[in-house]
T-cell receptor
Framework: DGGITQSPKYLFRKEGQNVTLSCEQN?????MYWYRQDPGQGLRLIYY???????QKGDIAEGYSVSREKKESFPLTVTSAQKNPTAFYLC????????????FGEGSWLTVV | AQTVTQSQPEMSVQEAETVTLSCTYD???????LFWYKQPPSRQMILVIR??????QNATENRFSVNFQKAAKSFSLKISDSQLGDAAMYFC????????????FGAGTRLTVKP
């Protein structure tokens, strides 16, 4: 079945470390998104990519970086510059058909220790 | 930019009763799509219902229905015969028809279902 796979589901980061969250999709979608969700809060857009080798900053891009070398993959790196990275991270991809729903991965929990 | 507002951070409903979650949005576009997503404690995002702006008829999916008021830019979700499994965070979302990759979410409403 087609879908979005995020890994790892749980990740612990030490202060000063960079960590990378993986997002892979086999839906043949062009666009991919990264959202951050803090406990009890909504979704905030970090970065999005509409096509391979292109991406744009979302509302809270500071302290994060992404790459889009392949259509299927959109990894998110949480850098040491992100002062409060503990959160739930969701990868998503909107359907290609006009008005199609957005598909989501199962998310990754990142905790700073 | 399009904004989506959910004015009710939390709602509660008695099991078997009906509850309505509110959503308003701001847009200058005439063609767009609206969605309600459910996020249970597992955090998996689940599509509940979808509405196309050009369709006057309100969408319905089993116990879930919407009241879409285009002129008022309002898109509320009604859950009938509430069940314990309906307890979740609910997000209203807007997707542009002109820019297929432009999608915005509201801040969410946490629904509690009391037995």
């Amino acid at each position: 079945d087609g879908g979005i796979t995020q890994s790892p589901k749980y990740l612990f980061r030490k202060e000063g470390q960079n960590v990378t969250l993986s997002c892979e999709q086999n839906l043949n979608h062009d666009a991919m998104y990264w959202y951050r969700q803090d406990p009890g809060q909504g979704l905030r857009l970090i970065y999005y990519s509409q096509i391979v080798n292109d991406f744009q900053k979302g509302d809270i891009a500071e302290g994060y970086s992404v790459s889009r070398e392949k259509k299927e993959s959109f990894p998110l790196t949480v850098t040491s510059a992100q002062k409060n990275p503990t959160a739930f991270y969701l990868c998503a991809s909107p359907g290609r058909v006009k008005g199609a729903p957005v598909y989501f991965g199962e998310g990754s929990w990142l905790t700073v220790v | 930019a399009q904004t989506v507002t959910q004015s009710q951070p939390e709602m509660s409903v008695q099991e078997a009763e009906t509850v309505t979650l509110s959503c308003t949005y701001d847009t200058s576009e005439s063609d767009y799509y609206l969605f309600w997503y459910k996020q249970p404690p597992s955090r998996q995002m689940i599509l509940v219902i979808r509405q196309e702006a050009y369709k006057q008829q309100n969408a319905t999916e089993n116990r879930f229905s919407v009241n879409f008021q285009k002129a008022a830019k309002s898109f509320s979700l009604k859950i009938s015969d509430s069940q314990l499994g309906d307890a979740a965070m609910y997000f209203c979302a807007y997707r542009s028809a002109d820019n297929n990759n432009d999608m915005r979410f509201g801040a969410g409403t946490r629904l509690t279902v009391k037995p």
